[in-house]
C-alpha cells in the first residue's frame, strides 16, 4: 500500500471526528454551574491572598492577626456586594502587588505566561523538522564516472557468470 488510508478507515476517521465534535459541543453547550455562595466566594478569594506575616501561605491557611483581618476585610467587603477585582485592587492598594498569590497578567508579567508555552512550541517544531529532515533521503546524483563503474561490474560479472556455466559442462 501507499500510506494512503483504505476509503472505509477514511470514513471512520470523518465519524470518529463527527462524534468528538458533537461530544465537545453538547458538553459546551450544557448550563455552567451554579453561581457560588457568598461562603465559597469568600473562600476562593482567600485562597489567592498571600498572608503578609507568613511565608508563602495564604491567609486561608494562616492563623496569623494580619491573616484573620485580611479574611475578614474580605468577607465584609464580598457582602458588601464588591466584585473579587474590587476586592483585590483594595488589597493590592493596601498591601502591594505582592498579596496576591496569583499576579495579574499583563505588562512584564505576561511573559512569564507566555514564554514557556512559547518556548514549548518552538522545541517541538523543531524536533519535528529534525525528525523529518532525517527521514527524508539525501538526493543522490549519477555521474557518468558512477554509470561507467556500473556497466564495468556488470560486464566482469556477466564474464564470471559465463565462466561458471562452461566449468560445469566440463569444457
Not at 139 to 165: Q, S
Request: with cysteine; glycine share 8%.
Amino acid at each position: 500500500m501507499s500510506g494512503v488510508p483504505a476509503r472505509g478507515a477514511r470514513r471512520w476517521t470523518w465519524v470518529a471526528l463527527v462524534v468528538v465534535v458533537g461530544v465537545a459541543l453538547g458538553v459546551g453547550a450544557s448550563p455552567g454551574s451554579p453561581a457560588p455562595t457568598t461562603a465559597q466566594r469568600v473562600a476562593a478569594i482567600d485562597a489567592l491572598v498571600r498572608c503578609p506575616s507568613c511565608e508563602g501561605i495564604s491567609v486561608a491557611d494562616s492563623s496569623a492577626s494580619t491573616a484573620v483581618a485580611i479574611r475578614q476585610a474580605v468577607t465584609a467587603r464580598v457582602h458588601a456586594g464588591q466584585s473579587d477585582a474590587q476586592i483585590d485592587a483594595f488589597l493590592v492598594s493596601r498591601y502591594g502587588p505582592s498579596i496576591l498569590l496569583r499576579p495579574p497578567v499583563g505588562g512584564a508579567t505576561a511573559w512569564v505566561w507566555v514564554l514557556p508555552p512559547v518556548a514549548v512550541a518552538v522545541g517541538l517544531a523543531c524536533l519535528a523538522v529534525v525528525f523529518w529532515r532525517r527521514r527524508r533521503p539525501p538526493p543522490v546524483t549519477v555521474t557518468d564516472e558512477d554509470r561507467a563503474l556500473v556497466a564495468r561490474a556488470l560486464a566482469a560479472r556477466l564474464v564470471d557468470a559465463d565462466d561458471g556455466a562452461n566449468v560445469g559442462r566440463g569444457a
